[in-house]
């Protein structure tokens, strides 16, 4: 749950108009992560998006465990750039299911920024699922 106050976005966003300017103090969305919908909704508030900084405080967190483990350099890397393609690609669906096409773009640009050898098949089908252009004609 995330608590709302009768929110207005600055944004004319029509994938969002279900919410927009709603009443209701609590809103549910079952099919986006907390820290997803935190971040959606700052940008809703704002207007800024600095998705780079909150993927990377994200990939932190998670590998912070990994490392203590002893886990190899090259694993961690991996690791790092595994998490950086989830939560980009998570981002990704939910900006083309609510029509966020700024968030969209930013979320192409870093997708293109890590295609290598082990992310180029997923970034390229999930390019093509959440109608990213910019990835299909890149890949």
Excluded at 8 to 13: E, Q, S, T, V, Y
Excluded at 46 to 63: H, P, R, Y
Aim: glycine letters at 6%; a negative charge; hydrophobic letters at 35%.
């Amino acid at each position: 749950m995330f608590s709302g106050h009768g929110m207005k976005g600055n944004r004319g966003d029509e994938g969002l108009s279900g919410f927009i300017e709603s009443k209701q103090t609590d809103i549910k969305i079952d099919n986006v992560s907390y820290p997803i919908f935190q971040q959606i909704m700052a940008y809703l508030y704002s207007g800024e998006f600095e998705l780079g900084e909150f993927i990377s405080s994200e990939i932190k967190t998670a590998v912070l465990p990994i490392a203590s483990d002893k886990t190899s350099t090259a694993s961690l890397s991996n690791n790092h750039l595994n998490m950086a393609v989830d939560y980009l690609i998570e981002f990704l669906r939910v900006a083309d299911e609510y029509l966020l096409e700024d968030v969209k773009n930013h979320c192409q640009n870093e997708l293109i920024k890590l295609i290598d050898e082990s992310t180029y098949q997923t970034i390229s089908e999930m390019g093509e699922l959440y109608n990213a252009d910019r990835i299909v004609e890149y890949c």
